[in-house]
C-alpha cells in the first residue's frame, strides 16, 4: 500500500515538473489575465473609469497569488500587474496574455530551470 502511495506521488512529480514549463509560459497567462485583468476591466473599470483605483486593487491580488515566489517577488509583480493593466487597457485581452508569456518566457530564459523548481 505505502509502496503504492509513493509510485504514485513519484509519478505525479514527474508528471508535474514535465507541465510546469507549459503551465507557466501558456496555462497562467491565459487563467491570470482574465481574471486578474478583464474581469476587473469589465466590472469596476468600464462603469466607472477609474484607471488607477481599479489597476491597484486587481494588482494587489495578482502579487499575492505570487507570493510562493518570496517575498521580493511580490513587489515585483505588483508593479508587473500594473503593467500589464496597462496592456489591457490600451490593447486588450489578448495583448496583456502575450505580454505575460512573453514575460514568462524571459524569465525562464534568464533564471533557468530554478524558476520552474517552485
Given at each position: ?5 509513493y ?47 481599479v489597476?491597484i ?57 530554478k524558476?520552474?523548481?517552485?
Open positions: 500500500m505505502i509502496k503504492t502511495v509510485d504514485n506521488f513519484k509519478r505525479f512529480r514527474l508528471f508535474k515538473s514535465k507541465l510546469q514549463p507549459w503551465w507557466s509560459i501558456i496555462g497562467a497567462p491565459v487563467l491570470q489575465e482574465p481574471i486578474f485583468r478583464y474581469l476587473p476591466y469589465f466590472l469596476l473599470y468600464l462603469p466607472t473609469s477609474r484607471y488607477w483605483e489597476g486593487l486587481s494588482s494587489i491580488p495578482y502579487a499575492i497569488v505570487h507570493f510562493y515566489f518570496g517575498k521580493k517577488i511580490v513587489v515585483y509583480t505588483f508593479f508587473l500587474g500594473l503593467f500589464f493593466w496597462w496592456i489591457m487597457v490600451n490593447f486588450g485581452l489578448l495583448v496583456a496574455i502575450l505580454a505575460h508569456s512573453f514575460h514568462n518566457i524571459f524569465v525562464a530564459i534568464v533564471l533557468g530551470k524558476w520552474f523548481v517552485k
